[in-house]
């Protein structure tokens, strides 16, 4: 006897969609079939989408930054992420210079974490750690920690990693079996100073200093045989140029993350009123850029959100020195990106996170064995965005036109949402 039984949906299994039945017993798919079989209890999916449960690889929970915190604790911001149809998140420790600090920053941060209503794991971050990269190697196997993320800017504050560690770090990622994260800026082209103002912000972050470290990185990652995943890429330009000279790389040992608002949004924006709400690091690009990150969308092999958003009022400040950087959007995330790029949104947010960080075979996938993390929506006609289950006050995508709805989360069997309605749930940390 099953304990659920999803009936007659269209279930998206090896790339292509077909009427299959889905049963769950003990929080794991026990069935996959196009006949009748037992169960406790039966959900009717005809007619929508059975997917596996949505990874995102990039979050920003209870993040303390310049003594702002953003809006969305690991309770909202989980919330949220459910009404998305998510199912795992990946968030990160507060930045670490010494390697001997790494877990008391990872036990911090798993116990802010427990209020999650969907499972979790983290990245650990470092800042400038010199001298101590083979001792961050270590503690993170210690700890069963397979990712590190590093800045290639913010030198003003400290957590700038300079050349010399980052080839360290790439060459212990061969050897200690981890990658490396890069949030990727040429340190010595962007800042921002007291006089700019919210439409400096793209030429104050510009898309050059993106290309030029990205390809700087690439050839690292060829010297050293290491493996880096860059993260939240603005520009399609950068991608053009990351396929001209290191096209082989890409999808093997360089992986390419972007966001839904790099793809949604551009520029334009910081000339609006409202322009401070769309306030990022790196910030939105030209309209050129954002088609040819459309054109090269099959080079990036993931999706996540950064999301890290703040409330209206902490955006309303003149200088872009003093405003916060981030915007959310974990919850309308997919819909946003199947509305763009179709159903090949479905991998870049499921099956290869799970491959790239180690979550594979229990998600990313919908088969025998596997956790039943199970997102199904509807895509028979567009919606509007409306609202938000964040803690944000408001929603940039709010009024935007979509393609598809998220109906129910089932997270290890569990509804977590359940046609629109919240459920509650027990998050996992899968540490």
């Known amino acids: ?54 990874i995102d690889p990039h979050v920003h929970f209870a993040l303390n930054a310049g003594g702002k915190t953003s809006a969305d604790n690991f309770y909202t911001g989980s919330v949220s992420a459910a009404y998305g149809g998510i199912t795992t998140f990946i968030d990160f420790l507060d930045p670490i210079s010494k390697g001997k600090d790494l ?112 390809l700087k990185l690439a050839a690292y990652v060829e010297k050293t045989g290491g493996e880096l995943y860059m993260v939240h890429t603005s520009s399609g330009r950068t991608i053009r140029e990351l396929i001209k000279s290191f096209s082989y790389l890409i999808g093997g040992r360089f992986h390419i993350e972007s966001c839904p608002h790099y793809f949604a949004l551009d520029d334009r924006r910081y000339e609006d009123s409202n322009g401070n709400l769309y306030s990022m690091i790196p910030p939105l690009r030209s309209s050129g850029s954002v088609r040819l990150l459309k054109k090269y969308s099959e080079f990036v092999e993931t999706i996540g959100t950064d999301h890290c958003p703040y409330m209206e009022s902490e955006k309303a400040v003149q200088r872009l020195k003093d405003m916060p950087m981030g915007i959310g959007s974990i919850e309308n995330s997919f819909s946003i990106m199947h509305s763009i790029i179709g159903d090949k949104a479905i991998n870049k947010m499921s099956l290869r996170p799970a491959e790239i960080f180690g979550l594979f075979p229990w998600k990313g996938i919908l088969a025998v064995g596997s956790d039943a993390d ?58």
């Open 103 to 214: 877990p008391v920053a990872l036990e911090s941060r798993k116990e802010i974490a427990k209020k999650s209503v969907v499972d979790y794991m983290f990245h650990a971050t470092t800042a400038n750690p010199k001298g101590e990269t083979e001792n961050l190697a270590l503690e993170m196997k210690n700890l069963g920690l397979h990712t590190v993320k590093i800045f290639t800017t913010y030198s003003e504050s400290g957590r700038r990693t300079y050349d010399r560690e980052i080839l360290e770090l790439l060459k212990l990622s061969k050897e200690y079996g981890f990658t490396v994260l890069a949030h990727v800026e040429n340190d010595d082209t962007v800042g921002i100073n007291n006089e700019q103002l919210i439409n400096n912000l793209p030429e104050a972050r510009n898309e050059d200093a993106e290309i030029t470290e990205a």
């Open 1 to 54: 006897m099953h304990d659920l039984g999803i009936i007659a949906g269209q279930v998206y299994i090896d790339g292509k969609f077909t009427r299959q039945n889905i049963f769950v017993k003990d929080g794991r798919i026990s069935g996959i079939s196009s006949h009748a079989e037992s169960s406790l209890e039966f959900y009717d999916a005809e007619n929508k989408k059975v997917i596996p449960g949505l």
């Open 374 to 431: 199970i997102t199904i929506y509807d895509d028979r006609k567009d919606y509007k965005i409306k609202g938000t289950h964040s803690a944000c006050d408001y929603n940039v995508y709010e009024g935007r036109k979509v393609n598809a709805k998220i109906e129910s989360t089932i997270s290890r069997g569990k509804f977590i949402v359940k046609r629109g309605v919240f459920k509650g749930g027990n998050g996992k940390c899968l540490l």
